[in-house]
């Protein structure tokens, strides 16, 4: 079992940049990629970005690539999202989560998730 927890969201004008931050608590945490997605009011919930176990291989939303940048810390338990150059349509709820198995862009192939963390972006 583990537990997510998000912070680092916040108010950002566009053109500006935010990193987030996924503290993971409990077993097996380095053996897992992980995933960002993020839900915006009256939107489904969405894919943003994921990790291989081993940080090597990443892979990226087209609305977001060449603009964010996940990472990980495999020694701190943590996964970043730096999130430059933020356009208003990033406005959204932010949730990390772990694989498990099926497409790692898709909720159900993911199956610890965070409680989110707020991104908006002003115009």
């Known amino acids: 079992q583990v537990q997510l927890v998000e912070s680092g969201g916040g108010l950002v004008q566009a053109g500006g940049s935010l990193r987030l931050s996924c503290a993971a608590s409990?077993?097996?945490?380095?053996?897992?990629?992980m995933g960002w997605f993020r839900q915006a009011p009256g939107k489904e919930r969405r894919f943003v970005a994921v990790?291989?176990?081993?940080?090597?291989?990443?892979y990226y939303a087209d609305s977001v690539k060449g603009r964010f940048t996940i990472s990980r810390d495999n020694t701190k338990n943590t996964v970043y999202l730096q999130m430059n150059s933020l356009k208003p349509e990033d406005t959204a709820v932010y949730y990390c989560?772990?694989?498990?198995?099926?497409?790692?862009?898709?909720?159900?192939?993911?199956?610890?998730w965070g409680q989110g963390t707020q991104v908006t972006v002003s115009s």
């Open positions: 989560a772990r694989a498990r198995s099926g497409s790692y862009q898709q909720t159900a192939g993911y199956g610890d």
């Open positions: 409990g077993r097996t945490f380095s053996s897992y990629s």
């Open positions: 990790i291989s176990w081993s940080g090597v291989s990443t």
